[in-house]
């Protein structure tokens, strides 16, 4: 198996599984503090992080791919996600996992049509800086695992 058709299994099964949690949550679970520094995340806001977050990531990669330079020097990631939740605070807990599926499956298309040497390519990501797409797609991952983990808590 190729190593972009890894990377994309990995981000298939991983998706399946935020799918599944999140859709065994009850109403009164959305609601539910995740973060309170600064801005409150309940975590309805870290759905909707999942999915405006990989939106604008794999448009990102894309360009990157197409030979852009990725993220801009003054890219400001609170500026961003406080944007994003903004435009997306009308969306219900049902819409928000209907657009996490659709972005997921997105995601798993375009990482499967890469080819193994562009994952050589360097761009600059807006988190980890200079690096490779290779990198940036595990980092896909790796960040929902953060944010996985500090759901979970919330909920005990």
Request: aromatic share 10%.
């Amino acid at each position: 198996m190729s190593e972009t058709a890894e990377l994309a299994e990995k981000l298939k099964i991983e998706g399946d599984r935020m799918l599944q949690f999140f859709s065994e949550l009850n109403e009164a679970d959305w609601t539910k503090e995740v973060y309170t520094e600064g801005t409150t995340w309940s975590i309805r806001n870290v759905l909707s992080h999942y999915v405006t977050s990989e939106r604008g990531l794999i448009k990102l990669f894309e360009s990157i791919r197409q030979g852009g330079t990725g993220a801009a020097d003054d890219f400001s990631i609170d500026r961003y996600n406080a944007a994003q939740q903004e435009k997306t605070k009308e969306y219900t807990p049902a819409e928000l996992l209907a657009q996490y599926k659709e972005v997921r499956a997105n995601s798993v298309a375009w990482v499967a049509s890469l080819k193994d040497e562009e994952l050589e390519i360097t761009g600059r990501h807006p988190f980890l800086n200079e690096t490779v797409i290779r990198e940036m797609i595990k980092m896909l991952y790796i960040h929902k695992q953060l944010h996985y983990r500090d759901v979970k808590k919330s909920l005990k």
